[in-house]
């Protein structure tokens, strides 16, 4: 199994280009699921979650051209709508296959995720949504059965704001007939992608980024080509791993657009960040301020920040409070921070981390995708050297992370 050895103390700086988003083009290879004619998806990251995406449509019949950064589906032969348990227990957004596959071939049959390391992750409002479109669903055998001769539109208005819940539905609906109204809808970045993709397919959707989208179903969507988004976790990442660093770097081919909360917190840290078109500069002092923060939907603070934003306090001057609403169980990287020398405190949703003046390197466990990266931030300030295992994690959804570090000038090696 790899292994990431960090020599900490190295101040980053130089420029890196950031990768097109892994959460948008989940739901967009998807997306290609809804129609016969070819969909085109460019700037795809080229991450072990996308390959899973990749085989798990290959598995259904759909012809996958894949060149470098660019993608082609034909999805003309679709003639298998099934999500087996062990491309489901993988990759949990392999849920997103349920909506689109009931539209267009009338059944699916997709097994149940199970709970995994940040919390139990129910896909309920998936179910509920779709069920309200008129779909017979049943749950057996840890698969989700469901079947309808055509969706018709109605109006969902979801527990909770779910983000895949909302691709899901607004997938399903697209095809559906009449008008779908989506309320408590989630606002991400990614669902906007989604449906503007889905609007050069031939959808009806407006309203996508705001918290009601209405979807008026057509009787059939056709090709398109579409640039995936800038990954907005990959550049907020970038941006942590520089400030703790004290580094100057420039960020190319992302945008602060939808960065707003993460990059007030590193301003409030003490950090200048300046925003151009395409591209974001940050330059850090020599040591950052602590800041408190609470994760909640987008717009708000993202908890995929969450755990980057720890390893920042760790070190920095001054306690900082971390409020986790989002996800019951996702501070698993607190304890692994605090083997390197971090001091922090857990009291239920909450963690209280109080600066101290250095980290010292040793060996830590990854336990998740962005838990993976608090500690490769966390290990480039520490003194010494930082082995990092299970970074299976990161290959998840960090496109050639050790690569673009050491073109910034991190020491960081890949053990085999
Ligand atoms: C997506 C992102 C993930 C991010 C998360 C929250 C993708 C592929 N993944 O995950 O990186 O951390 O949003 O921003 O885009 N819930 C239910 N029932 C449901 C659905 C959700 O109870 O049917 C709960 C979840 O357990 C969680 C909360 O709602 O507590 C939000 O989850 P959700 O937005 O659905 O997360 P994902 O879409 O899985």
């Known amino acids: 199994m790899d292994k990431l050895l960090i020599e900490g103390g190295y101040r980053l700086s130089g420029e890196v280009a950031i990768s097109g988003a892994k959460n948008a083009a989940l739901p967009l290879l998807c997306a290609s699921l809804l129609s016969a004619d070819p969909l085109r998806l460019d700037n795809l990251p080229q991450l072990n979650d996308i390959a899973t995406m990749l085989r ?6 759909v012809v996958i051209h894949p060149e470098q950064n660019t993608v082609l589906l034909d999805s003309s032969g679709l003639n298998n709508p099934v999500a087996s348990y062990e491309m489901v227990k993988t990759m949990r957004a392999s849920i997103l296959v349920l909506g689109p596959l009931l539209a267009r071939c009338g059944e699916a049959r997709v097994s149940l995720p199970g709970g995994c390391a940040i919390g139990a992750r129910p896909v309920d409002q998936h179910i509920k949504g779709l069920q309200a479109m008129g779909a017979e669903i049943k749950v057996e055998h840890g698969y989700i059965h469901a079947k309808a001769s055509r969706l018709k539109g109605a109006r969902i208005c979801t527990d909770m704001v779910t983000v895949t819940g909302t691709e899901n539905l ?10 779908t109204v989506i309320e408590n809808a989630a606002r991400e970045p990614e669902v906007v992608d989604l449906a503007n993709c889905l609007v050069s397919m031939g959808a009806r959707i407006s309203g996508a980024g705001t918290d009601v989208i209405r979807i008026r179903g057509v009787e059939r969507l056709n090709g398109a080509t579409h640039s995936i988004m800038p990954d907005r976790i990959e550049t907020g990442t970038f941006l942590c791993a520089a ?11 992302t ?15 003490g950090c200048d960040v300046v925003s151009e078109r395409d591209a974001i500069r940050l330059k850090a002092p020599g040591r950052l301020k602590a800041v408190s923060l609470r994760t909640a939907p ?20 001054g306690v900082a409070t971390i409020r986790e609403t989002i996800f ?9 921070l605090m083997r390197l020398g971090a001091d922090i405190q857990i009291e239920g949703s909450n963690a209280i981390v109080r600066g101290v003046d250095h980290l010292q390197g040793a060996t830590v466990m990854a336990t998740d995708l962005r838990a993976s990266a608090s500690l490769i931030i966390a290990g480039l300030v520490a003194q010494g050297e930082t082995l990092i295992d299970r970074i299976y994690h990161l290959d998840r959804g960090y496109e050639h992370i050790e690569e673009k570090l050491s073109r910034l000038g991190a020491r960081v090696k890949r053990v085999r």
């Open 170 to 179: 607004m997938m399903a609906a697209a095809l559906a007939e009449g008008e």
């Open 328 to 336: 019951e169980n996702r501070f698993m990287h607190a304890i692994e």
């Open 298 to 317: 987008y717009p708000a603070f993202p908890t995929d920040m969450q755990a980057q934003f720890m390893a920042i306090n760790a070190v920095a001057e």
């Open 255 to 269: 945008s602060s657009a939808y960065l707003d909360t993460v990059v007030d917190k590193l301003m409030d840290a």
């Open 243 to 253: 400030a703790v660093t004290g580094g100057d770097i420039r960020l190319t081919r």
């Open 56 to 61: 798990l449509l290959g598995d259904m019949g």
